[in-house]
């Protein structure tokens, strides 16, 4: 199984909506997150890092991390239709290896 | 700024012959460089962690003799799919970074090499 699951698979909201992309892990030793965006064809690209309990802003993206309950969260709002692409979460342990989870396609309808 | 380019984007292979990729790290010493490959189901399974001057660290599923890779210094780093069968198709994506950023340091993808075994 898994030990960094993403909710939903697939997400589709319109031009100008809040999306919501959710991620639990496993493994207590995951201590640091990124979000990942990935467009068709290209390689994942880092959005944020959240390191520390609670929420971090960075534009229009708010990521939410929870240790206590290995619950990350991204927030997008007022979406574009350039935001459609696969969001990843990744987590990295103290053994410096990055695990990703298992994605979110999202769909912004212009 | 920190960009990772791979060669090729993209290579087709007949069953049973092998291929080499290449990553190349400009803008930043990849002092770490991780290989992973991505299904077409967009999973991600991590292959091997190399760090310079350090052994590579092969994940579970992935070895040496299948998947050798080089990492000779602080801008380039190398892998052979030896022997390619139908399962070893996928986007093979090289993830470097700066490790004296430490468990903060973000990790940098190039676009990928994208393998097809005919």
């Known amino acids: 199984q898994q030990k960094v699951q993403q909710s939903p698979e697939s997400l589709s909201v319109p031009e100008g909506g809040m999306a919501s992309l959710n991620c639990t892990s496993s493994?207590?030793?995951?201590?640091y997150f990124w979000w990942y965006r990935q467009h068709s064809g290209e390689g994942p690209k880092a959005l944020m890092s959240i390191f520390s309990d609670g929420d971090k802003k960075e534009g229009r993206f708010t990521a939410h991390l929870n240790k206590a309950s290995l619950h990350v969260s991204l927030h997008i709002r007022d979406s574009q239709p350039s935001d459609s692409a696969l969001y990843f979460c990744?987590?990295?342990?103290?053994?410096?290896?990055?695990?990703f989870g298992t994605g979110t396609s999202l769909l912004v309808d212009p | 700024g920190a960009l990772v380019y791979q060669y090729p984007r993209r290579t087709i292979c007949k069953s049973g012959t092998s291929m080499r990729m290449e990553c190349q790290a400009v803008?930043?010493?990849?002092?770490?460089v991780a290989w992973y490959r991505q299904s077409p189901q967009k999973t991600f399974e991590l292959i091997a962690l190399?760090?310079?001057?350090?052994?590579?660290?092969?994940e579970q599923n992935f070895t040496q003799e299948k998947f050798p890779i080089s990492h000779p210094n602080l801008s380039f780093s190398s892998m052979t799919v030896l022997n390619a069968y139908l399962e070893d198709r996928g986007l093979y994506l090289c993830g470097a970074r700066d490790f004296t950023g430490g468990l903060y340091a973000e990790q940098f993808f190039g676009p990928g090499t994208r393998l097809t075994v005919l």
């Open positions: 493994d207590r030793n995951f201590q």
């Open positions: 803008g930043f010493q990849a002092t770490s």
């Open positions: 990744a987590a990295r342990n103290m053994g410096y290896k990055l695990t």
């Open positions: 190399s760090t310079v001057n350090s052994a590579i660290k092969y």
